[in-house]
């Protein structure tokens, strides 16, 4: 079997304050890209809603949030001189933004660029977490399902620059339907970008469970699914506002080969072989072999157990 490698990179980001100016957060993204390339990357993971403060936790009108937080294309004069930097560095990268797309709605969106800077594949956040409606009582809000529609494609799988590529975004990596969704398409690498606030607003859960949470759903997927995964944080504390760090890659083992030791920038990398996954492909999870879809009907046909909670 030929040699495959992707050199990979998950640029971690720290706080992004509100009067942090879009100038100031593009300059350390592209710092991170340029350590990126100088140690060795083919591809770069961004986090989820990279370019502003994770915006959800605040109350405001959809017009007011679309004016201050939302990308009305892709690329725009604020963001191209990182597909500029990337196209002269020859590295790819997944960036997380808030899409307006007046035709189709607002979205939480990823997308998948290749080493020519080149847009290849689009995703919109499918399992948006949070509330419509306004919590008074909360310490903060997430309105995620106020500001955002529901993703309206599937999970993908793309090629980019020779790699099976699929992306996902922050909640979706704790439904293992989006990970078999991918798998089932020969996905080799996915890009995941995440803000995950350290504090559970709907129920007192201990805070060590968040990381628990995200490590062992990262783990068990990239295991069940024969991929590598590149998970990006956006982290820190952003105006008072905690959200953990732990931006990893996970090989197709299950073993995490590099995870960032900070709440801030940060930029891990690992030399990843792509036909590690081979053997899990083609023994305990050669799907064509194995899987019996016609005993899991249910998980197409039957969204829950029973009444659902608000
Ligand atoms: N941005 C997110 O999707 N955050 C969610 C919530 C549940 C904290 C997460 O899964 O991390």
């Known amino acids: 079997m030929s040699q495959r490698r992707l050199g990979v990179a998950v640029a971690q980001v720290g706080a992004v304050h509100v009067s942090d100016s879009r100038q100031r957060t593009l300059d350390r993204l592209i710092a991170l890209l340029q350590e990126a ?24 009108s959809q017009q007011e949030a679309e004016e201050r937080y939302f990308e009305h294309s892709m690329p725009n004069p604020n963001v191209q001189a990182l597909f500029d930097e990337a196209r002269r560095l020859e590295v790819g990268f997944y960036l997380g933004y808030a899409e307006l797309c007046p035709k189709e709605g ?4 990823s997308i998948l660029v290749n080493k020519k800077g080149q847009i290849i594949g689009k995703y919109r956040k499918v399992h948006l977490p949070g509330h419509s409606d306004h919590k008074l009582d909360a ?5 995620e399902k106020k500001y955002f529609q529901v993703g309206n494609d599937t999970f993908k799988v793309w090629g980019v620059d020779e790699v099976q590529m699929g992306m996902c975004l922050c909640n979706d990596r704790r439904w293992p ?17 995440y803000n995950t606030p350290s504090i559970n607003i709907h129920w007192p859960e201990p805070v ?16 069940q699914n024969a ?11 952003e105006d008072g506002h905690h959200m953990i760090g732990g931006s990893v890659i996970v090989a197709p083992t299950g073993e995490i080969v ?13 030399n990843a072989d792509l036909n590690l996954g081979q053997p899990f492909r ?20 039957r969204t829950g157990v029973g009444a659902s909670l608000a």
């Open 139 to 143: 310490p903060f809000q997430h309105l």
């Open 258 to 270: 590099a995870q960032a030791s900070t709440e801030e920038d940060e930029l891990i990398y690992f």
């Open 106 to 109: 607002p979205f939480n969106t």
């Open 208 to 223: 060590h469970l968040r990381m628990h949470h995200h490590l062992i759903t990262l783990q068990a997927s990239a295991y």
């Open 227 to 237: 991929v590598w995964i590149g998970a990006a944080a956006k982290c820190g504390v």
């Open 37 to 60: 390339k100088s140690r060795g990357a083919d591809f770069v993971v961004f986090p989820e809603l990279t370019l502003a403060t994770f915006f959800p936790r605040y109350w405001m």
């Open 177 to 193: 339907e989006t990970w078999r969704v991918m798998g089932l398409q020969g996905a080799e690498f996915v890009a995941l970008g």
């Open 282 to 301: 083609d023994h305990v999870f050669n799907f064509a072999k194995h899987r019996r879809p016609e005993h899991y009907q249910l998980i197409v046909e």
